[in-house]
């Protein structure tokens, strides 16, 4: 072979060896773009996309779940292969439809008013429902918590919204829902003629079109003391004071048990309610009667498990004692006797009269109750006319017995007295024996049980006054509104047991997340006005841009929701933060799953351009004092 010929065949072969390295290189760099894309996709969780390189020019192909999906998937290829020309040939499936609920709607009913929740069809039926509201009872105060995302109702529909009305207006506690075709109704009537008539109106304007679920019930009274008291005297029959039974079968029971003591127990009408003890109630009545039956003279006094016989004079020491030990041997178990043989010196007497005339008044849920003794119906009157005019005729129970005996003295002065300090507590009992005057009460401030006993014992010296108050601090807290820093915090609480959850790969909340939304709206209830920050995270897979839009678009979808569930948008601040504030590793998945989450945080509140700046004293901070009444807290 001649040179001439060698000097082109090695050219050859160099270029053809060029050309192979070059072949390779340009593999190797695909197949690394091509790895670069498909990992950004498999932290978005799209394994539906494939990946074709040829050079820097990368092509997508696959069919996505939805547009939202397809776009996604292009803009992190292109932004985890900047360098590459990138094209999307992928399908999308079109998104049907969104599904709507059928209408429900709650009203719940107590004393501050109406608050409806729930979602109706449009603007006009939440229209229609307030409008029917205030036609019932025009003073009536309506919350509506409604969104307008249901369904529309099928035709022939309205029916519902008279009956939801008419029961959440005319029963003063009660929960309704309404759905097409039913509605349930849970609440409370004042008393059993009310309840029937409003079972007959509901059932009425249903007819047989809706279906009716009515758990309609009618307050239990609660006798507060639960006393039996009754009395003999020299030559005369026993005479009933006081009778409270647990139930109509008991009062028949007491009512045998008197008859044949004489006339004086003709009108007897036995109290029916909650508040007695457990086991033999009657069973002590009839140990009592019995004892007093025995005795000249005498009274028998059972408060709750408390057995008193007193014997009065002319009773001797041998009869007082005969009945004493049959008094003790027949009261049920579970019963504390106490027996006492009163002389017959004047001042017993006067310490029998005044421990003899009596009144008690109660307050609980159900309403006010006085019962007791007045030396007159114009004293009846005047007490009865004055409880009304502070609490309302329509909670106000009078059980009051004119008696033919001397009251204490001022004691119409003392009675007022107590229902003027009856009406600052929320619950409890005021007790009147002779000179005696015992409080018993709930106040949501402790301040004022200083008042109360200083008022008392300032203006009734003759009388001996004890008080003892207790104070819901918890409750009392829970009523007062909940600033930024505190509001966050417990909505961060409520996320974090139960985490919002996005679709894969998107934005949009799934279904199951609808409690925690509707939990964290409830608790924007108990917040005040301070602007809330809703926080977006996300794990540091993918690149950093596309994280933080990312996060930005799942704290406004959350922001979203909740303005749907009634919170003001006006108080939400969406803030995305991408991968910025990690809370875990990033290099292990249980991390990385830490990290995609929602925060919540109180954003800082603008300036007043009026204030100074500086910062009010926090409301909710009060000096406790200590009551040096003997009340406890």
Same mark, same amino acid.
């Given at each position: ?14 270029g ?19 790895? &670069? ?30 547009t ?9 290829a ?8 990138v094209?999307s040939?992928?399908?999308?499936t079109?998104?049907?439809?969104e599904? &709507? ?7 719940l ?11 109706? %069809? ?8 307030n409008?029917?509201?205030i /036609?019932r ?5 309506i ?8 369904a ?6 309205g %029916? ?7 029961a ?38 249903a007819?047989?079109?809706?279906? +009716?679920?009515?758990?309609?019930r ?6 507060a003391?639960?006393?039996?008291? /009754? ?7 026993? &005479? ?5 039974v ?9 009512? %045998? ?20 003890p ?8 009839a140990a ?40 003790i ?10 027996t ?6 004047v ?8 421990? !003899? ?24 009157t005047?007490i ?8 309302? %005729?329509?909670?106000?129970? +009078? ?19 107590m229902?003027?300090?009856? /009406?600052?507590?929320?619950?409890g009992?005021v ?12 106040l ?6 200083h008042?109360i ?19 819901d !601090? ?13 509001c ?26 609808g ?31 596309l994280?933080q ?7 406004e ?7 749907e569930?009634?919170?003001? &948008? ?26 995609r ?6 954003a800082?509140?603008?300036?007043d ?25």
């Amino acid at each position: 072979m001649s040179r001439y010929l060698l000097f082109p065949i090695i050219a050859l072969a160099l270029g053809i060896a060029i050309w192979q390295v070059a072949e390779r290189s340009s593999r190797a760099y695909e197949r690394m773009l091509v790895e &670069r894309v498909k990992n950004g996709l498999e932290v978005l969780g799209y394994d539906w996309v494939e990946v074709k390189a040829d050079g820097l020019k990368l092509e997508l192909h696959g069919h996505a779940p939805d547009t939202f999906a397809r776009e996604l998937a292009l803009e992190s290829a292109r932004a985890t292969a900047p360098i590459a020309t990138v094209t999307s040939y992928a399908t999308a499936t079109l998104a049907p439809p969104e599904r &709507r609920d059928p209408v429900r709607v709650e009203l719940l009913r107590d004393k501050t008013g109406v608050t409806m929740t729930g979602q109706t %069809a449009n603007r006009q039926m939440s229209k229609r429902l307030n409008d029917a509201l205030i /036609a019932r009872d025009a003073g009536l105060e309506i919350q509506d918590l409604t969104g307008i995302q249901a369904a529309p109702p099928p035709r022939g529909w309205g %029916a519902e919204i008279d009956i939801a009305t008419l029961a959440a207006s005319a029963l003063p506690n009660a929960y309704v829902v309404m759905e097409p075709g039913q509605v349930l109704i849970d609440g409370q009537a004042a008393n059993a003629e009310e309840r029937a008539r409003l079972v007959g109106a509901l059932r009425r304007a249903a007819g047989e079109a809706v279906d +009716l679920s009515l758990r309609i019930r009618i307050p239990a009274r609660v006798i507060a003391p639960f006393v039996f008291s /009754a009395e003999k005297e020299p030559g005369q029959p026993i &005479r009933l004071e006081m009778c409270a039974v647990r139930t109509e079968e008991e009062e028949g029971t007491v009512r %045998a048990m008197l008859a044949p003591a004489g006339s004086a127990n003709e009108i007897l009408l036995c109290q029916v309610g909650l508040g007695g003890p457990s086991g033999d109630w009657t069973g002590a009545i009839a140990a009592g009667l019995s004892a007093l039956d025995k005795l000249p003279a005498g009274r028998i006094e059972i408060e709750y498990r408390h057995a008193h016989l007193n014997g009065a004079p002319p009773t001797s020491p041998v009869e007082f004692e005969a009945a004493s030990k049959t008094f003790i041997e027949s009261l049920p178990e579970g019963f504390k006797p106490d027996t006492a043989l009163l002389g017959d010196d004047v001042a017993t007497r006067i310490g029998i009269e005044r421990e !003899l005339f009596w009144m008690t008044l109660t307050r609980s849920s159900l309403g006010i109750t006085i019962s007791g003794q007045v030396p007159s119906e114009a004293a009846a009157t005047a007490i009865s006319a004055y409880a009304i005019a502070i609490f309302g %005729a329509d909670v106000v129970t +009078l059980d009051l017995r004119v008696v033919d005996r001397p009251p204490p003295k001022h004691w119409q002065i003392a009675a007022l007295a107590m229902l003027d300090q009856l /009406a600052l507590s929320s619950g409890g009992d005021v007790r009147l024996a002779g000179y005696t005057i015992a409080v018993r009460g709930e106040l949501a401030d402790p301040k004022l049980a200083h008042q109360i006993h200083h008022e008392l014992t300032d203006g009734l010296p003759d009388y001996d006054v004890t008080t003892v108050f207790e104070f819901d !601090l918890p409750a009392r807290m829970a009523v007062i509104s909940m600033p930024g820093p505190r509001c966050a915090d417990r909505l961060s609480k409520v996320q974090r047991q139960n985490p919002i959850k996005f679709s894969t790969g998107s934005t949009r909340i799934t279904k199951d997340s609808g409690p925690v939304l509707d939990a964290l709206a409830r608790v924007f209830e108990g917040c005040t006005t301070d602007p809330i920050e809703v926080g977006g995270h996300t794990d540091s897979q993918g690149a950093e841009d596309l994280n933080q839009r990312v996060s930005q678009a799942r704290a406004e979808s959350v922001v979203t929701a909740l303005a749907e569930r009634g919170v003001a &948008r006006a108080r939400l601040i969406a803030k995305g933060y991408g991968e910025s504030v990690p809370v875990a590793d990033n290099q292990t998945e249980e991390g990385r799953a830490r990290n995609r989450r929602i925060e919540f945080l109180a954003a800082p509140k603008p300036l007043d351009p009026k204030s100074d700046g500086t910062k009010d004293p926090d409301p909710e901070v009060e000096e406790e004092t200590e009551d040096a009444t003997g009340s406890k807290e």
